[in-house]
């Protein structure tokens, strides 16, 4: 017995010092209080302090300076694809749908397929384009007026939107200026509001893009 002990002693200093030297002991009182969720047990051979596991701040490093959501010019990227995306998707369902209105009085034949697919590929670039075209130019506003303000809220949002809706009509005369203004205002200002909703009713948790 005393030989099987002193042995069983031995392995765990040689252990012991194979890891780092003589590993410190805890009571249960003292990691009673140490949180290990998600952790499988600390081996008692490891010269680890657990209380220094446990993580308190984020756990990603920014650069200096840099903030912790991305601005206007890293989703203009975002926001221009997905409108692209969107607007091709859209446009090739009314494409389809136009194709077959038109060729409603045609039978089922290959010249009838192939004007079904013009209007597809006709009517999905066209909406591309638009769309396209709208989220380049509310970008472009965006992350100029950001810059020139030196801030980042509310207001870049509703003067990008305004400004976007004024120059996309731009060529429909001062009519159609207004009434560009007007719907690019009527958006951007639903899309702020929608934005800031959960702060409007005193909720904390906000997700906020730009």
């Known amino acids: 017995m005393d030989n099987n002990a002193a042995g069983s002693g031995g392995i765990k200093a040689g252990l012991g010092n194979l890891f780092g030297g003589n590993a410190p ?31 308190d701040t984020d756990e990603f490093i920014l650069p200096t300076g840099a903030n912790k959501t991305r601005g206007r010019f890293e ?11 969107t607007g091709a998707a859209f446009g090739t369902l009314n494409g389809f749908r136009m194709g077959l209105k038109e060729t409603r009085e045609m039978a089922w034949s290959k010249p009838r397929n192939v004007q079904i697919l013009n209007m597809v590929t006709r009517q999905g670039a ?13 970008s472009i506003f965006g992350v100029v007026i950001e810059k020139a303000r030196g801030a980042e ?37 639903a899309y702020a509001l929608y934005n800031n909703w959960d702060h409007l009713t005193g909720s904390s948790s906000s997700s906020r893009l730009y």
């Open 25 to 55: 002991e805890y009571s249960n009182t003292e990691l009673a209080g140490v949180p290990l969720t998600g952790m499988s047990p600390l081996s008692p051979y490891l010269n680890v302090d657990p209380r220094y596991l446990v993580q």
């Open 75 to 85: 989703l203009a990227f975002f926001t221009i694809g997905g409108c692209c995306i």
């Open 126 to 138: 066209s909406w591309a384009n638009t769309l396209g075209s709208v989220a380049l130019l509310y």
């Open 153 to 189: 809220d509310d207001i870049n949002t509703v003067a990008a939107g305004t400004l976007t809706g004024m120059l996309f009509k731009s060529t429909s005369g001062l009519k159609g200026v207004a009434r560009g203004g007007l719907v690019g205002l009527a958006m951007s200002s």
